[in-house]
């Protein structure tokens, strides 16, 4: 799950890592009266931030600054409401529903400000926590990575002894740092990967990381991700869900118990077990094929999974044929054939385009004659290859 910059903000605060003073808005009127009540602690210098589920949203043109409260109803009436379009978005782009409004931290001062970038996320093949960081945060930090990956630098942690001081020490360093603003970051990282545990997050990536003119360091961008086997016990985090962000079909077939991922190709798969589906994926694409989906009806394969399994495909306009690749270890393959003819009477002229069945493991003789005597326009395929060639010969 995804989380917008002002949520993430929020969980950064709670940690004690450093953000500027700001809050969310949804309305310009609302906007304004954010920046009246910023104005009391600055210098009236206020950004205002689209807050979409994308990052390189300065770039698209959805990050402003405005000197004076006149420029923030000029400028976050232009903002909310637009379909911001970043190098991360499609190019229909997002609409902005909300606006962060907060103070401007790149003041003029002593010493000049700068830009770091950090994150933390979870390294499975190396089974540490993984802290990423560069002295060339900002804006371009994927062409940093492609250019000059030397400048990239790595802390991997150990997370049963959790981060250790002289693992700070050495990112504060490696950042160039030395002084209070030097402490202030070994503070920063050691209360960062607090929230990142305390969260059960899989990504923390801030941004920049700022060095302000007075040496202090602030938090002034925030992606996280919260790992969804972990929502249950995140209670609070959550209710900080969008769906307005997320794709509705992927949520509708959250709903049913299925995990399905959107693709661009034509061949609908149906499968169970998350390896399998990779493999029919994979399968489709070595027959010449284009998956249109990930669908994952997990183990037991149920009738009604199947069914909602069927409808969430159909959605597709671009599916032409739709793979149901069946392996019956636990569920018996009679089940599962029973359950997707019963599933064509309910369904009937709903299910337009060819059904290519492929069902293996106990009892699959048996649901076999199901499919076959059925009469409906389902082909059933022995092997996994058949099944895939079948599909091509259907489209
Ligand atoms: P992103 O483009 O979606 O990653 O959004 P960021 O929050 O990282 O903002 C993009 C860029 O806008 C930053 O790299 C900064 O250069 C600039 N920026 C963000 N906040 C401020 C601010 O308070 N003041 C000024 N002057 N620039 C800012
Ligand atoms: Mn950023």
New binding site residues.
Partial sequence: MNLHEYQGKEILQNNDVPI?RGKVASSVSEAISVANELKKFNKGVF?I?AQVHA?????GGG?K?AKNISEVEEVSDKILGMKLVTPQTTSKGKLVRKVLI?E???YPGESETK?FYVSILLDRGKARNIIVYSKEG??DIEQVSEESPHLIFKEFIDPRLGIQSFQLRNIAFNLGLSGEAFKEMTLFIKNLYKAYINSDASLFEI??VLKTSDNKIIA??CKVSIDDNSIFRQKELSEKRDLDEENPVEVEAKSFGLSYVDLDGNVGCMVNGAGLAMATMDLIKHAGGEPANFLDVGGTADPKRVEAGFRIILKDPNVKAILVNIFGGIVRCDRVAEGIVSVFKKMGDEINVPIIVRLEGTNSKIAKEIIDSSGFNVISAKGFQEAAIKVQQNI
């Fill in positions: 500027q950004v931030k990052g390189g949203r300065g770039k990050i600054l907060a401007d931290v790149y830009e900002g804006m941004n920049p002034v961008d």
